[in-house]
């Protein structure tokens, strides 16, 4: 109810208050659970992803830029986190320092 514009409280409101934040604060773990899922998902395809890339021979993985080195240092990486991350950095620091090999003019194979 209100009177000239103030809001008067009922005995009932702060237990209103309460359940709305208790369900509020649900909603927000079950979020971070949800995204928790995903992630140990998206981590185990790409892991899957990687067992794929060994059967490869040495040729093939050479054309995408990557070793065998490089794909046992990414299995070697903790259960939960991405090795696909350690891939990337490792192509990427082979072609900066072939790229400056060249531009100090002598050319990495």
């Known amino acids: 109810m209100t009177y000239h ?13 309460l359940v709305a934040a208790l ?9 971070k659970g949800l ?12 892991r899957q992803m990687m067992a794929e890339l060994s059967h490869l021979d040495d040729h093939m993985l ?10 046992r240092d990414a299995a070697a990486t903790p259960l939960f986190e991405d090795p ?12 900066a320092a072939a790229r400056l090999a060249a531009w100090r003019g002598n050319p990495v194979d």
């Open 62 to 71: 050479r054309d995408i830029g990557v070793t065998r080195a490089d794909l």
């Open 23 to 31: 369900c509020l604060s649900a909603v927000g773990v079950a979020a």
């Open 84 to 95: 696909t991350q350690t891939l990337v950095t490792r192509v990427r620091e082979r072609r």
């Open 5 to 17: 514009g103030e809001t008067r409280r009922t005995p009932f409101a702060p237990a209103g208050e």
């Open 35 to 46: 995204q928790s899922v995903k992630t140990i998902g998206r981590v185990m395809e790409r």
